[in-house]
């Protein structure tokens, strides 16, 4: 399984950004897909998360700015982020899982200028 992640870039706050992951490769079905992200020098952390039935999760720090979506027939998660702050500069990570396994998008950096 492979997961390509777009749509990083630069912006300034109060911006918006729209970032997908699509998965390839042996894929039966995939349970949840979410998007983490990890600021320099701080942990990894769950942004967001939603099960194929289309249940979401959402970090406090992002509720009622970011949206996040999937696509069953493409295998592609979405998340919609708006209302950008500098506290949201980090590489954002895609993650599926699949059975029993976990896979991660290579990350791609976003940027948010004050």
């Known amino acids: 399984v492979q997961l390509q992640a777009s749509g990083g870039g630069l912006v300034q706050a109060g911006g918006s950004l729209r970032l997908s992951c699509a998965a390839s490769?042996?894929?039966?079905?995939?349970?949840?897909m979410g998007w983490y992200r990890q600021a320099p020098g701080k942990q990894r952390e769950l942004v967001a998360a939603?099960?194929?039935?289309?249940?979401?999760n959402y970090a406090d720090s992002v509720k009622g700015r970011f949206t996040i979506s999937r696509d069953n027939v493409k295998n592609t998660v979405y998340l919609q982020m708006n209302s950008l702050k500098s506290e949201d500069t980090a590489v954002y990570y895609c993650?599926?899982?699949?059975?029993?396994?976990?896979?991660w998008g290579q990350g791609t950096q976003v940027t948010v200028s004050s």
């Open positions: 939603i099960t194929r039935g289309g249940s979401t």
């Open positions: 993650n599926l899982n699949i059975g029993s396994s976990d896979y």
């Open positions: 490769g042996s894929i039966r079905s995939i349970n949840a």
